[in-house]
Nanobody, 124 residues
Framework: QVQLVESGGGLVQAGGSLRLSCAAS????????MGWFRQAPGKEREFVAA????????NYADSVKGRFTISRDTAKNTVYLQMNSLKPEETAVYYC?????????????????WGQGTQVTVSS
């Protein structure tokens, strides 16, 4: 069982930056692939970024490549999402996910655990 708690969301102006954190409980954190999804009002949940259990592999949605960076600190059981050059259309609830039986969590079907989400609002 893994529990995920996100933090770091908030209000930022377009072009600004935020860093989201996801603290994971459980001794087996290092065996889980981790990722971030987001859901804007009236839209489906979408993949943002993923990182393998070892941290050696990452994957990003095309829309965030070059602006977002996912990383993990195994000593702190924490995953981060650094978001730069934010756009108003990226206003959404951002969710941290963990997947046990996949190298990268890029689809909701591969996510075994979800955090409660953190709101990110980008003003124009």
């Amino acid at each position: 069982q893994v529990q995920l708690v996100e933090s770091g969301g908030g209000l930022v102006q377009a072009g600004g930056s935020l860093r989201l954190s996801c603290a994971a409980s459980g001794r087996t954190f290092n065996t889980y692939a981790m990722g971030w999804f987001r859901q804007a009002p009236g839209k489906e949940r979408e993949f943002v970024a993923a990182i393998s259990w070892s941290g050696d592999a990452t994957n990003y949605a095309d829309s965030v490549k070059g602006r977002f960076t996912i990383s993990r600190d195994t000593a702190k059981n924490t995953v981060y999402l650094q978001m730069n050059s934010l756009k108003p259309e990226e206003t959404a609830v951002y969710y941290c996910v963990a997947g046990r039986h996949t190298m990268l969590v890029t689809t909701t079907a591969n996510a075994d655990y979800w955090g409660q989400g953190t709101q990110v609002t980008v003003s124009s």
